[in-house]
């Protein structure tokens, strides 16, 4: 096997440990080992962020809205600087972050897909 093919090897086997592809609610195992989650339906998808714990300080996670179904990033208890809302709403091609610093999820940023 040549170094090249070794290498794409390599590359797709962490590829495949950063990014997880979900449907319903997110496990807190699923937040910890993924760092990509893509929601990839044709009709909506309603995601749950694990409650935001002290093991949970420092997550980061991104997030891709692939399908044509709209995505909702759902944050037990809200997003702590939006507290008058629970969700974050990502259309097909829209992407963001959201981060726990060990109390509260925060929507750091939100790129939305242009036509």
Known sequence: ???????????????????????ATLTIKQVLEHKIITANSASAVALTLPTAAASMA??????????????TVIATGGYAAKTSTTTAT?????????????????????ITATT
Do not use: K, P
């Not at 980061?60 to 809205?65: D, E, G, P, S, T």
């Not at 091609?93 to 060990?102: A, F, L, N, S």
């Open 90 to 110: 990502f259309a097909q091609g829209d992407m963001g972050v959201v981060m726990c610093d060990g109390t509260n999820w925060y929507q750091c940023s939100t």
């Open 58 to 71: 420092g997550v980061v996670i991104y997030i891709a809205a692939r399908g044509a179904g709209a995505l």
């Open 1 to 23: 096997m040549s170094a090249h093919n070794l290498l794409d090897q390599e590359r797709a086997a962490y590829a495949n440990e950063l990014i997880c592809t979900v449907t």
